[in-house]
């Protein structure tokens, strides 16, 4: 071969080679991970791991925090609260304007909204909205009625009228005012649905949601799992950060938490207080604290014998050891309840002094109530870890020794965690545990929802009645002048305390573990967190 065509050859060569050069140098080492712009091109999914599974998927028929975790991201309410209080703020109305009399709210919509479902969001669907949840039942829409009065024919039904006025104004006219209207209304329950869908659809709504939130629901199995994917069309188009969320059941803390380590989901809820070292000490981990705004419980059923005598009842909170509870479950991330609200809401009654641990006094109860022998009863353990509760089966083990001490003998028992709602709502237990996370940050949202008797077949799962209470609690509603407002509910608290319709436990803060490349996660107060900005580093 001349030298000619040796040098050609050599020229080739090299001309190959550095053609495969640059080929590779145009990838990443990451392979096909990284787009043009330097972005993971592969979808970014959110293993969320909790406690128990959902309810339903309808936020007005929920009650339960399972159910609000989801519905926070497929659903919008018409205000928002701020990332970790209970602030109002925009949401899908823009603007809002009370009247000077407090009788009238009219609010500005958001434009260029959409429903999963291709329909239009506008001043109607609110209107369908509230007429869905004004027509119905406590059966149907528990939270309805517990933070409105009742329903449409109801004389205590605190809305009068819900008009649309144009495309993007709705007015709200009110019977009487109503202090935490605004606050209400911000809540996960009185999210706006897409009218098509819940008229299409009914009762089976729950288990084929359509909102217009920042994900749209894609599949549910049964206390397994549920995913929701990206909304493409999200009116704002930064939003959200991630492809898809499976929020996946793990009723065991330990399991879920150890779920966690091995990098099979990458947000754990519900972290035994125990194990907070166990995460900080972790570097692939960290630790999430979410603001404490809730109140655990013993409700006794005040309609069932022999809880229906005040000396039982108080002779039940005299028997357990709070102390001890709180020692062995929650290594001091709460603090002993004395009253049915946390201390961090306004109004909150701290001169009442609770009631002691004093078994000697509690079986002097006893005797005064003619049951100096004790009784037999059963007492409901939670199936699910709880904020208020990491561990319901083994609290009411406390329980039981300390009710034994005394000479009542409890029979401890439990359900599938909707089983244990409705028959406890259904008044079928004897007492139970149970507990609630506040959802707008108002002291009405845990005593008038929680114990007024407007609620009983609702969210006063204890069956207390007490007309001075109630009138207490529907001025303290009306009432627009915040200490006269918290001078009602001081009252009303001392009241309840006196007749000992529950125990309350344990006030908590939650915590919860993620990986440490997760990033824009704020646990909100609620427990419903929005995951519309969560990404990953």
């Known amino acids: 071969m001349s030298k000619k065509k040796l040098w050609l050859l050599a ?27 330097g972005e993971s091109s592969e979808p970014k999914i959110l293993v969320f791991g909790r406690g128990g599974d959902s309810v339903s998927l309808d936020p007005a028929r929920a009650t339960d925090g399972e159910s609000f975790k989801v519905t926070q991201n497929l659903f919008e309410t018409l205000l928002n609260f701020g990332e970790q209080d209970t602030t109002i703020n925009e949401g899908l109305a823009t603007k809002w304007e009370p ?42 829409f528990p939270y309805y009625a517990s933070m409105f009065g009742g329903f449409k024919d109801d004389e205590s039904h605190v809305i009068k009228s819900v008009t649309a006025e144009g495309d993007y104004t709705v007015i709200f006219e009110l019977k009487r005012p109503q202090s935490p209207f605004l606050k209400n209304i911000a809540m996960s329950p009185f999210a706006i649905a897409s009218p098509t869908a819940f008229e299409e659809s009914g009762d ?51 399991a879920r938490l150890n779920a966690l380590s091995t990098g099979e989901i990458d947000l754990a809820d519900g972290v035994n207080p125990t194990d907070s070292k166990t995460v900080t000490d972790n570097a692939k981990l ?18 069932r014998p022999p809880f229906d005598d005040v000396k039982v009842r108080q002779a039940v909170n005299h028997a357990i050891d709070k102390q001890s509870i709180i020692d062995a479950f929650f ?43 004790g009784f037999e009863m059963e007492l409901w353990a939670m199936p699910v870890p709880r904020p208020y509760m990491p561990d319901g089966t083994k609290v009411a083990e406390v329980i039981q020794k300390n009710l034994a001490d005394i000479g009542i003998k409890a029979k401890i028992v439990s359900y ?41 077949g609702s969210n006063n799962y204890a069956y207390y009645s007490n007309d001075e209470v109630h009138e207490i ?24 305390f006196e007749e000992a319709p529950w125990v309350p436990l344990a006030h908590s803060t939650p915590l919860l573990a993620g ?17 519309n900005k969560v990404d990953f580093k």
């Open 11 to 37: 020229v080739l060569v090299m001309l190959v080679f550095s053609t495969i050069l640059a080929a590779c140098s145009s990838d990443s080492s990451d392979g096909d991970k990284d787009g043009e712009d």
């Open 99 to 140: 009247s000077e009399d407090g009788l009238t709210y009219t609010f500005t919509l958001r434009e260029g909204v959409k429903f999963h479902d291709g329909t239009d969001f506008n001043a109607e669907a609110v209107v369908k909205n509230f007429e869905r949840w004004s027509s119905g039942t406590e059966d149907q």
């Open 286 to 303: 960290q630790l999430f604290e979410r603001p404490s705004m809730n109140v655990g419980y013993l409700g006794l059923t005040n309609t």
């Open 473 to 496: 609690l529907i001025a303290a509603q009306s009432e627009v002048d915040e200490d006269k407002r918290n001078e009602l509910y001081a009252q009303a608290q001392e009241i309840i």
């Open 204 to 254: 089976k709504f729950g288990d084929n949601p359509v909102g217009t939130g920042p994900f749209t629901f894609a599949e549910w199995k049964k206390n397994d799992s549920i995913t929701i994917d990206k909304n493409a069309d999200y009116w704002d188009q930064e939003l959200p950060k991630l492809d898809k969320v499976i929020f996946r059941a793990i009723p065991d803390n330990s």
């Open 515 to 531: 990986t440490a490349d997760l990033v824009n996660f704020t646990p909100h107060p609620t427990g419903s967190d929005r995951l």
């Open 416 to 456: 599938e965690w909707a089983t244990y709602l409705e028959k406890t709502k259904n008044g079928e237990a004897d007492a139970f545990m149970l507990g609630w996370t506040g959802d707008n940050g108002d002291a009405d949202n845990f005593l008038y929802t929680l114990l007024d008797k407007d609620n009983i």
């Open 331 to 373: 290594n001091g991330g709460a603090e002993i309840a004395k009253n049915p609200m946390p201390p961090s809401i306004s109004g909150y009654n701290d001169d009442i002094a609770g009631y002691e641990y004093d078994p000697e006094k509690a079986k002097a109860l006893l005797k005064e109530a003619g049951l100096e022998d």
